[in-house]
């Protein structure tokens, strides 16, 4: 696996670590799930 290091506002780290909590999952878990289905979305949409 590759490491990437990103650089997020305060308020999105905030807004993502509430969601990590509530899931019961670390917060690089849910960023890379968020990254993976926009990823998704994006190439359906190029596909189309």
Request: aromatic share 8%; proline share 4%; net charge negative.
């Amino acid at each position: 696996m590759t490491q990437v290091t990103l650089f997020l506002e305060p308020a999105l780290v905030r807004f993502y670590t509430n969601v990590a909590i509530t899931a019961g999952i670390p917060l690089e878990q849910v960023l890379t799930d968020a990254l993976f289905k926009l990823a998704g979305e994006l190439s359906l949409e190029a596909l189309q």
